[in-house]
């Protein structure tokens, strides 16, 4: 029913996976939480069931990101990235910048 899966490299340990469009080009792109390698990698759709090399975003020395939500928090029609940093005991926000960069803000939980 499905073809072989083809992998794509992300940090250590990935723990959490969310699938939305996140440069406002209608294809859905890959966010990914790695617990070991303390980031988030995200990876854009090439529009033909492959996907870009992921791009890092780091979230703290011993953040050990383990889920990832994305949704718009401020109200820029741009969907922004939640990560819960389970060994920082916070959570961090990455503001979509709209120019493929995001900003990491960290808030305590």
């Known amino acids: 029913m499905f073809f072989n899966q083809t992998t794509y490299t992300t940090g250590t340990n990935p723990s959490s996976v969310a699938v939305v469009d996140v440069n406002n080009d209608n294809k859905p792109d890959i966010i990914v939480a790695n617990a070991n390698s303390y980031s988030v990698s995200v990876l854009l759709n090439n529009g033909n069931g492959t996907f870009l ?42 503001l979509n910048s709209g120019s493929g960069s995001s900003c990491l803000i960290r808030l305590r939980i």
């Open 53 to 94: 090399t992921q791009i890092t975003y780091t979230t703290g020395a011993s953040s050990s990101p383990s889920s990832v939500a994305v949704v718009d928090v401020n109200s820029d029609n741009k969907p922004d990235i939640i990560v819960g940093n389970g060994g920082l005991a916070n959570v961090g926000v990455l």
